[in-house]
């Protein structure tokens, strides 16, 4: 889900804080299901996305995780050297 606020850049250099999706919509307009996957299935998942060269970031594109996945690559390519 992806979801436009009115001056969000400009609240997060205020504040530090950019609002969760909770935050911007009310409980009783969202369904949300948690799939629930034991380690061996996880291992899977990320094994496909990876085929698919999807990564966090694609599935969950917000500053935090997009740069979690930028240091994850550069530390990944550092190893290779």
Do not use: Q, W
Not at 34 to 53: A, G, P, Q, S, T
């Amino acid at each position: 889900m992806f979801s436009f606020t009115y001056m969000a850049e400009s609240n997060f250099i205020l504040t530090g804080h950019m609002p969760s999706i909770d935050e911007l919509i009310p409980e009783h307009c969202v369904r949300r299901y948690v799939l629930r996957f034991d380690k061996e299935e996880r291992i899977k998942v990320k094994k496909m996305l990876f085929h698919e060269r999807r990564t966090r970031a694609h599935l969950m594109p917000d500053y935090g995780t997009c740069a979690e996945v930028a240091i994850d690559y550069y530390l990944s390519e550092i190893s290779l050297l």
